[in-house]
């Protein structure tokens, strides 16, 4: 039998949340009446131009898009404000952050990543080789600058920041990361999915520093979740290198369209901020439980002395689906996260928490 890499084979598999068909089969809810906030994703939908854009070139699915997705990242450009050549797009800020990864790992390299964080960092390292330091976060999910270079050796090759983090919510101050970016000789990747919701953005820093790469993603903030369209901020020379590695054609035409017509709907877009900020601060002042401050799209509450499985288990009962942050290494097993909804959806949830709590 043909042997599988011994780094692929300890790679733990992904646990995505429920889906809204497996909630309804499984407890007899009708699907439309089942209430998703598990995925953070956009509570408006993508904006009337998306849809329009994608009806308009659907019929040109036969051919291939740009292999480099110019269009989009010529878009990409005047929205971050960083010329083209220093924005790389992919399938997903996942497809991007598997590329950069592949930049700069390989068997015996060291990457840091404070936990509990988005699990997908670890396979990309394992999947490399790369051997894995992990740095628990403080009472308040906090990670200092000086936590991270205390952790670094020989072997360090990359440290991986989330911020907006996921699954807590918080960011790493500009400050606590130039200390970082000062110090290390290595590649730091900091993942801004959650950017849009957050009151900054360490992006400038790009143009000061030869090392670090931002990952974005255009699945909440814009609504696009089901097309896949990421992108990274980079300096040129880590762009040029990626372009040889990275997979042709990896933003289908479809979503180039929806990208570049997303990005020009700035009215979708800053309602979209408008809702999920009121519902986060709805979220956070009602929910029976504690919360912890977010500059997400998500709230994240500790339901002890119950678990998050009991709870989670509750709401599926009622049509509800959240996320159990259980699997998130790190996490302890009473965090459950809430991604923000409509107003009705918030009240729903918030009821159904309290008749949980009581």
Known sequence: ???????????????PGKTIEEVAKRYGVRPENVIKLASNENP???????????????????????????EL??????????????????????????????????????????IPTFPYYEIFARACGGTLR???????????ADDVL?????????VIICSPNNPTGNQMSVSELKKILDEVNVAVM??????????????????????LIVVRTMSKAFGLAGLRIGYGILPAKIAR??????????????????????????????????????????????IPFKTYPSQANFVLMDVSPLTAEEVCEALMKKGIIVRDCSSFRGAGNSLIRV????????????????EVSS
């Open 241 to 286: 290198e990626y372009m040889k590695i990275a997979p042709a054609f990896s933003v289908n035409k479809l979503g180039i369209a929806a990208g570049i017509a997303a990005l020009g709907d700035k009215k979708h877009l800053h309602k979209t901020q408008e809702i999920v900020k009121k519902g986060r601060a709805f979220l956070q002042n009602n």
């Open 150 to 158: 205390s952790a670094t050796t020989k072997k360090t090759k990359m």
């Open 134 to 144: 992990f740095i628990s976060r403080d009472e308040n999910f906090d990670v200092s």
């Open 339 to 354: 991604s923000v909804g409509t107003s009705d959806e918030n009240q729903c949830v918030v009821g159904a928490l309290r």
């Open 1 to 15: 039998m043909v042997r599988i890499r011994k780094s692929i084979e300890d790679v733990q598999e992904y646990i």
């Open 73 to 114: 990242r010529e878009a990409l450009s005047k929205y971050v404000g960083f010329p083209p050549d220093q924005i790389v797009a992919g399938a997903g800020a996942d497809g991007v952050m598997d590329v950069v990864t592949r930049l700069f790992i390989e068997k015996g390299h060291e990457v840091l990543i404070p």
């Open 190 to 211: 900091v993942d801004e999915a959650y950017v849009e919701f957050a009151d900054f953005s360490v992006t400038p820093l790009v143009r000061e520093y030869e090392n």
């Open 44 to 70: 408006l939908g993508p904006s009337p131009k998306v849809v329009k854009a994608i009806k308009e070139n659907a019929t040109l699915a036969n051919r291939y898009p740009p292999a480099d997705a110019g």
